[in-house]
């Protein structure tokens, strides 16, 4: 008989495994596929046997149940209701007396704040400025990051003088954000760049490093700078597309990172050049910036380094005071500003911060593009947004909203086969994502993964054209900070403000 946690620490599974004794034919595929041993054979029962304490509800056992004999739910278990004292408040409180630790989690802010992608709807063309069909006339989502001339310069033979700084070039108005090498895996990294290559977009190494496979990559990649310096030297500065200063993140806004020993295998340790099996820690600030004199210092130390050829992006959280923030980013010397939002993924935070700490991407992505536009400094700074961009209706409001492109990651990793159980920091992803362990990375095979990745940014193009169209608008272009083009439900006065819309049937 296996062992079960002691009666103080025991917190009631969030989940119930039910296997239809009926179907269940003892396969042992269960057994096997799960990382968190939640399944076993009772050789003296003669049947299979569960402990959903450790189930995370990745899934991975229902989908390959040969006789689809398993189903995972909710875990009605209750404690008396309590408005205040609820389940998870009690659970948390057990768990950490029982550790002493801080609680961590993965993924983003699961918490029921206000979501305001779906409180905007998009206008359509009736009658005059007729829509256009995107099937029968040209759609341009080709987007150039970085910053743009204030005017056209000629020479004296009156031919225009190419003033343009370094740009990047998108096919389509989407990325993939930083996800570090260690932090999900080979076969998970390659499957991004792979992808991001054949969309004609980039991926981003995360503060990891560039694993020396993925070299060949390079114009399709974007190399991140972060407090940890970990990888960072001259080849994989000049191996990337563009350069991107992580400063924050949205899931943990104002600390560092960690990735536990456990997670630094050999090639982890090459790639960030730091002893295998070592913790690798970033600091909250880089002990180099304090300002954004020192800020502008790091972006120009690192376009010196490159020779003026790349861009330099700085990625910062979206916390409360963001749009003076982004105006400094601006006026330091960056070609792209990201925003992330307090949705936005991670492999681990501590549960508190991720939780409690930052504001949601769209109230910060339209005071910035104001503030930019106020100052009459937009056109100096692109503007990437990331943090829970779910959908193509997202991306088209976050245009509208101000955004030249968006970075998306849960939603990447979504299509590479997660299944949110949101237990990225344990490092036993099943499905091969955020996990080091030789036997789980290959079950993600990266040819499988990148054709995916394609197929849901294609998709999500195609939308993007359709809805554009519907609009009577042809470009990404003329859709960027058209505010016109949406309208607010059941929003107050002050948020209605803060994104500079309008309220629906206005
Ligand atoms: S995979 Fe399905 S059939 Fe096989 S042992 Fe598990 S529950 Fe039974
Ligand atoms: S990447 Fe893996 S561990 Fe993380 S949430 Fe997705 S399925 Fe779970």
């Known amino acids: ?10 917190v009631p599974s969030d989940f119930e495994v039910v296997r239809n004794s009926d179907r269940c034919i003892a396969c042992r ?7 968190n041993e939640v399944h076993w054979y009772d050789s003296d029962l003669g049947k299979m046997i569960s402990d959903e304490t450790k189930c995370v509800n990745c899934h991975r056992c229902v989908s390959l149940c040969p006789t689809r004999a398993l189903k995972i739910v909710k875990n009605n278990d209750t404690y008396r209701p309590s408005a205040n004292w609820t389940g998870p408040v009690i659970d948390q409180l057990i768990r950490q007396s029982g550790t002493g630790g801080a609680l961590l989690s993965s993924m983003g802010n699961p918490e029921k704040y206000p979501i305001y992608w779906d409180k905007m709807l998009i206008n359509a063309s009736q009658v005059t400025n007729p829509s256009i069909d995107p099937l029968r006339e040209p759609m341009e989502t080709r987007v150039f990051l970085g910053k743009k001339p204030d005017a056209i310069e000629r020479d004296e033979n009156g031919k225009v003088i190419n003033n343009l700084d370094p740009q990047l070039k998108l096919d389509v108005p989407v990325m993939f954000s930083a996800m570090s090498y260690g932090a999900i895996s080979y076969n998970a990294h390659k499957s991004l760049a792979m992808a991001a290559k054949e969309l004609g977009t980039y991926y981003n190494t995360g503060e990891g490093g560039l694993h020396k496979d993925f070299y060949q990559y390079g114009p399709n990649t974007i190399v ?3 407090s940890g310096r970990f990888g960072v030297y001259k080849d994989y500065l000049e191996a990337g597309a563009a350069i991107e200063i992580k400063i924050g993140q949205g899931a943990k806004p104002g600390i560092g990172g960690h990735l536990p020993g456990q997670k630094v295998t050999v090639d982890v340790s090459q790639t960030r050049m730091i002893p295998m099996g070592s913790d690798a820690i970033s600091p909250a600030p880089h002990h180099d910036i ?25 990625k910062v959280a979206a916390v409360h005071n963001v749009a003076a923030i982004a105006s400094g980013i601006a006026r330091g010397g960056a070609d792209i500003i990201v925003i992330d939002g307090f949705r936005g993924g991670t492999g681990a935070a501590p549960t508190r911060i991720r939780d409690s700490v930052g504001i949601p991407i769209e109230l910060a992505l339209a005071s910035v593009d104001q503030r930019l536009r106020d100052e009459g400094i937009r056109n100096h700074i692109s503007l990437v947004v990331g943090g829970s961009i779910r959908n193509s209706a997202d991306i088209v409001k976050a245009i509208a909203l101000g955004a030249d492109a968006v970075y998306i990651g849960t939603a990447a990793l979504i299509a590479l086969g997660c299944h949110q159980c949101r237990n990225c920091h344990g490092g036993k992803c099943n499905w091969g994502i955020a996990t080091q362990r030789a036997d789980l990375v290959k079950r993600l095979n990266p040819e499988i993964g990148a054709q995916r990745l394609v197929n849901l940014v294609t998709a999500w193009n195609n939308e993007i054209k359709e809805i554009m169209g519907g609009m009577g608008i042809n470009s990404i272009e003329s859709l960027r900070g058209n505010r016109l083009m949406l309208r607010g439900i059941g929003l107050t006065e002050k948020e209605l403000e803060i994104l500079g819309i309008k309220h629906a049937g206005e």
């Open 224 to 226: 991140q700078v972060a």
């Open 1 to 10: 008989m296996r062992e079960f946690v002691s009666p103080q620490n025991f």
């Open 290 to 314: 304090y300002s954004i004199e020192d800020l502008r210092q790091l972006v120009f130390t690192l376009k010196e380094a490159t020779a003026y050829k790349k861009p330099v992006i700085v």
């Open 29 to 35: 595929v269960c057994e096997r596929q799960c990382a």
